[in-house]
């Protein structure tokens, strides 16, 4: 009986040091300025032009994380990949008018067009149906009384007079004026939908449009057009003033109308960086560790280096990821598995990132939290109280589990000592920063997150955002922080919880 006690305790003991965590500082110390400045100047500089997401130098930018990735014996995060691919869109224009009774109206002198919505189509139509507003919901239907099916509809901008854009299009996610349009024509059955604006005539913006993901549709809407009061008043003759004026009427408009519209759809590519690191006896759980790599690219010949949005947060993951792999060199490997995801995408809207979460390399209900590093290089100038060259603006600590705010608090207590500054957390935060950036997604799929970031400055999206005025010291004593507390979740016992309701 003695002998199985005393194996016991030995047992016990055993798993007890196997347990304890072990001291982070040495490996936080491969975290340098001099690297991450290193790291910085290719990054945000001119071979990469920008990075802006599907383009050349966004490939570039991608091959050489992978790259970093590879050196440090990471694995790749997505199966035998180290990238994640996902189709981009994006259109160019070739030709857009409008006939109407035989008079040609051109683009940008009396029309414009939605160039990712459209489609190309030649509509011919012999009646137009005016739609007043073209509103139809619970709080005003213009289209009472009017068959629209299969119709072009013409309707009038913005909103009725003396009726708030909050009473119109109540949805639960509310639309713009301008989509609760779209969406009632298509509701009602149009093929078009000419918009009465003003502002014409137009300067031409080119004749490639915004890139954007959804190429594959479920159903497409109705052809668009904002249009100029003569190609109204060739439609309405001489009700033109009672149509625009307080009290429009709906009604139906015999009118012999052409609509032609035609593009060219390029289905271009972008990626996530995946590089992964298993950990040991909690290898199935997942630490993320997350940056965005893209930026605005090039407008013309000039180059927007976007060297803190988010070239700071880029080669913090790189750094970071060194640190771990000399952990794990060292027999300190984390116990649970580390995955350094780099975003594009991030700019045009958190794309990466959403694809990612839609469809995760391991699931998200093993992944304890993602810490996510945007813009940590610069001093925020609007900051007028504590130390301006030792604090981390941390959002999103206590929007989904009890547990991640006081880890947070305690890990920089005892390692970094910056100020945390909870401004960009307030749920009233007029800049919405915590839902600007990549945790978001994680977020919306209940992973606890939390947001590194140093403000706006004002050289944020501008060609001016250069390698040059960033502060490598406080960048290290920010990706540090990062670290230790990444350190913190990969090797403490249990999970983060769960336990705060999704807002």
Same mark, same amino acid.
Do not use: C
């Given at each position: 009986?003695?002998?199985?006690l005393?194996?016991?305790?030995?047992?016990?003991?055993?798993?007890?040091?196997?347990?304890?965590?072990?001291?982070?500082r040495?490996?936080?110390?491969?975290?340098?300025?001099? !690297?991450?400045q290193?790291?910085?100047?290719?990054?945000a500089?001119?071979?990469?032009?920008?990075?802006? #997401?599907?383009?050349?130098?966004?490939?570039?930018?991608?091959?050489?994380?992978?790259?970093?990735?590879?050196?440090?014996?990471?694995?790749?995060?997505?199966?035998?990949?180290?990238?994640?691919?996902y189709? *981009?869109?994006?259109?160019?224009l070739?030709?857009?008018?409008?006939?109407?009774n035989?008079?040609?109206?051109?683009?940008?002198?009396?029309?414009?067009?939605?160039?990712?919505?459209?489609?190309?189509?030649?509509?011919?139509?012999?009646?137009?149906?005016?739609?007043?507003? &073209?509103?139809? !919901?619970?709080s =005003?239907?213009?289209?009472?009384?009017?068959?629209?099916? &299969?119709r072009?509809?013409?309707?009038?901008?913005?909103?009725?007079?003396?009726q708030?854009?909050?009473?119109?299009a109540?949805?639960?996610?509310?639309?713009?004026?301008? %989509?609760?349009k779209?969406?009632?024509?298509?509701?009602? $059955?149009?093929?078009?939908?000419?918009?009465?604006?003003?502002?014409?005539? =137009?300067?031409?913006?080119?004749?490639?449009?915004?890139?954007?993901?959804?190429?594959?549709?479920?159903?497409n809407?109705?052809?668009? /057009?904002?249009?100029?009061?003569?190609?109204a008043?060739?439609?309405?003759?001489?009700?033109? $003033?009672?149509?625009t004026?307080?009290?429009?009427?709906?009604?139906?408009?015999?009118?012999? #109308?052409?609509?032609?519209?035609?593009?060219? #759809?390029?289905?271009?590519?972008?990626?996530?960086?995946?590089?992964?690191?298993?950990?040991?006896?909690?290898?199935?759980?997942?630490?993320?560790?997350?940056a @965005?790599?893209d930026?605005?690219?090039?407008?013309?010949?000039?180059?927007?280096?976007?060297?803190?949005?988010?070239?700071?947060?880029?080669?913090?993951?790189?750094?970071?990821?060194?640190a771990?792999?000399?952990?794990?060199?060292? $027999?300190?490997?984390p116990?649970?598995?580390?995955?350094?995801?780099?975003?594009?995408?991030?700019e045009?809207?958190?794309?990466?990132?959403?694809y990612?979460?839609d469809h995760?390399?391991?699931?998200?209900?093993?992944?304890? *939290?993602?810490?996510?590093?945007?813009?940590?290089g610069?001093?925020?100038?609007?900051?007028? @109280?504590?130390?301006s060259?030792?604090?981390?603006?941390?959002? $999103?600590?206590?929007?989904?589990s009890?547990?991640?705010?006081?880890?947070?608090?305690?890990?920089?207590?005892?390692?970094t000592?910056?100020?945390?500054?909870?401004?960009?957390?307030?749920?009233?935060?007029?800049?919405?920063?915590?839902?600007?950036?990549?945790?978001?997604?994680?977020?919306?799929?209940?992973?606890?997150i939390?947001?590194?970031?140093?403000?706006i400055?004002?050289? /944020?999206?501008?060609?001016?955002? #250069?390698?040059?005025?960033?502060?490598?010291?406080?960048?290290?004593?920010?990706?540090?922080?990062?670290?230790?507390?990444?350190?913190?979740?990969? %090797?403490?016992?249990?999970?983060?919880?769960?336990?705060?309701p999704?807002?």
């Open positions: 009986m003695l002998k199985s005393l194996l016991l305790s030995l047992l016990i003991t055993t798993v007890v040091r196997a347990q304890k965590i072990a001291d982070p040495p490996f936080a110390a491969a975290i340098t300025a001099a !690297d991450l290193k790291h910085l100047y290719i990054v500089g001119k071979d990469f032009e920008g990075r802006e #997401t599907a383009t050349p130098g966004q490939r570039k930018a991608a091959a050489y994380i992978e790259d970093h990735f590879r050196s440090l014996g990471l694995l790749p995060g997505n199966k035998s990949s180290y990238q994640m691919f189709p *981009v869109f994006q259109d160019s070739l030709n857009a008018s409008i006939e109407v035989g008079e040609h109206f051109q683009l940008n002198e009396d029309l414009a067009v939605n160039l990712s919505a459209d489609y190309t189509a030649t509509l011919l139509g012999s009646e137009v149906v005016f739609a007043g507003y &073209g509103f139809s !919901d619970s =005003r239907d213009d289209y009472k009384g009017l068959d629209a099916r &299969g072009i509809v013409l309707v009038l901008n913005g909103n009725p007079p003396g708030p854009a909050s009473s119109i109540a949805t639960p996610r509310r639309v713009s004026p301008l %989509n609760a779209v969406q009632a024509a298509q509701k009602n $059955g149009a093929v078009a939908l000419l918009i009465l604006q003003s502002g014409f005539p =137009r300067r031409s913006f080119g004749s490639k449009g915004n890139m954007y993901l959804d190429g594959y549709r479920t159903a809407g109705p052809e668009v /057009y904002m249009i100029s009061d003569k190609i008043k060739a439609i309405l003759g001489a009700d033109y $003033g009672e149509a004026g307080n009290n429009p009427q709906s009604r139906s408009y015999t009118v012999n #109308t052409k609509l032609e519209f035609s593009k060219n #759809t390029t289905e271009l590519q972008s990626s996530d960086v995946l590089g992964f690191l298993e950990g040991t006896d909690l290898k199935d759980q997942l630490v993320v560790i997350s @965005h790599y930026h605005l690219g090039k407008r013309d010949t000039v180059i927007y280096y976007g060297a803190d949005d988010d070239g700071s947060g880029t080669v913090s993951v790189l750094e970071l990821a060194q771990f792999a000399k952990a794990r060199a060292a $027999g300190k490997g116990r649970r598995s580390i995955l350094f995801l780099a975003n594009s995408g991030e045009k809207g958190l794309w990466g990132s959403e990612y979460t995760p390399s391991y699931p998200l209900e093993n992944t304890t *939290v993602d810490l996510n590093i945007d813009m940590i610069r001093i925020d100038p609007n900051r007028k @109280h504590g130390d060259t030792n604090y981390v603006y941390v959002v $999103g600590d206590d929007k989904l009890s547990d991640l705010k006081p880890i947070s608090e305690t890990t920089n207590k005892k390692y000592k910056l100020e945390l500054d909870y401004k960009f957390n307030d749920p009233n935060d007029p800049e919405r920063i915590y839902y600007r950036s990549d945790h978001f997604n994680f977020a919306r799929k209940g992973v606890p939390i947001f590194y970031f140093d403000g400055h004002k050289d /944020y999206h501008r060609p001016t955002d #250069t390698p040059d005025k960033i502060n490598y010291d406080i960048l290290e004593k920010r990706a540090r922080l990062v670290f230790f507390t990444a350190w913190d979740m990969a %090797n403490r016992n249990e999970m983060l919880k769960r336990d705060i999704l807002k």
